[in-house]
């Protein structure tokens, strides 16, 4: 495998908003030795490896060769013209004065204008949006932009994140079927592409990983997964797992496991920053609702416990709520059954901070889809679904939610990368003959 650990790794984010800059800040202030990279499972995980009286549990980063945070340079698109320390700014998640000691470090990073069309994000508008004579005009406007950026930066590979915001709820359709159809509907401005969708073919025509944090159809549609193939590009996504849904995705699999009944799952949740504005149109909640509610489902698999979860009742309300802006307030109330079918409550109140969760998973992504690139493994990326609310699997599968589940995948595929031994927990040789 090449290694990159010396080599700069230009980080392209579709959508420079609240968890955008909140990430680059991140990183930033980490490599500025202002901050550490909290729940960043690369900078800050272990993995063990080999036999547990080995004794060896690396840091992943220490582990895997993986790109050094100050190897990062960032760029991005949004539909205004303000930089990173504007932006920062006006997010209201960080405080002023660490972004006024990031601040020459934010002003300097390229925000080109955005693909852009208010169709698929009804709730806003700006001023900084490309023209083109067609789709696949915009699409080659993109590529030229990455070619600037990563001479301007220096960059000699890339990973593209899409942290735009949600787009409408869409189906597949004819145009998505195939790459050739998808390529005559760039140049047709078929009405079914999306920004989203042009922004990731120009990455992976140009062989960028791509991965999508919003849960809008974006690169799991055939015609991306055709052009990933030819290109061997890998894909992730979608909907970073933050907040309410990663609680779920500990909780399901643990009442899961001691076999216990499930009547009801009420969700709702209070946000007021722009994602939540943006989600207060009923057509972008539609996308995120669909992606909220599939959980569960795979997680507790009612067909084979019609007992436990039959009659689940799952509802998933989300409410725009300005004066809490990125502080979200997600409840839950969970009913459940026992022995004899005794029932009982549990309720969660978890007060959190969406950008503050998102931009730890933003940083693994980034890292991890680099290696999937330098270790020759193109396509869908099951092994990262550890960080998605709907994780990407091929068309025949159920994707994995049970974050167990999900943190064993992603570490055994670093084991294997790396050549170690799997680990399966089995442990016979320590038992007593
Ligand atoms: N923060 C979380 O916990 C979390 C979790 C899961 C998913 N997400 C998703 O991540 C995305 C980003 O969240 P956020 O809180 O940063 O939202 P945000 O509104 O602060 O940022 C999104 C940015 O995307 C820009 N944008 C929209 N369409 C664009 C386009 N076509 N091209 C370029 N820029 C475009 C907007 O102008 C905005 O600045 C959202 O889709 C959100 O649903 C966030």
Known sequence: MKSNKKEKLGVLIPGMGAVASTFICGVIACNKGLAKPIGSMSQMGSIRLGKRTEDRSPIIKDFAPLADLDNLAFGGWDIADENVYEISIRSEVLDKNLLNDLKSDLESINVYKAVFDEKFVRRLSGNWIKNGKNKMDLAEQVMDDIKHFNKTTGATSNVMIWCGSTEVYMEPSDVH?????????LKNNHPDISPSMIYAYA????????ANGAPNLSADITALEELANQTKTPLAGKDFKTGQTLMKTILAPGLKARQLGISGWFSTNILGNRDGEVLDDPDAFKTKEESKLSVLDTILEPERNPDLYNDLYHKVRINYYPPRGDDKEGWDNIDIFGWLEYPMQIKVDFLCRDSILAAPIVLDLVLFLDLAKRSDMSGIQEWLSFYF?????SPDLEPEHD?????????NTLRHIM????????GLDYYKS
């Open 177 to 185: 079927s195939s790459l050739s159809k998808f390529e005559e509907g």
């Open 203 to 210: 990455a992976i025509k140009l062989g960028i990983p791509y």
């Open 389 to 393: 609310k709907s994780p990407m699997c």
């Open 403 to 411: 974050l167990f589940v999900q943190l064993a995948k992603l570490k």
């Open 419 to 426: 050549g170690e031994d799997l680990i399966t927990h089995l």
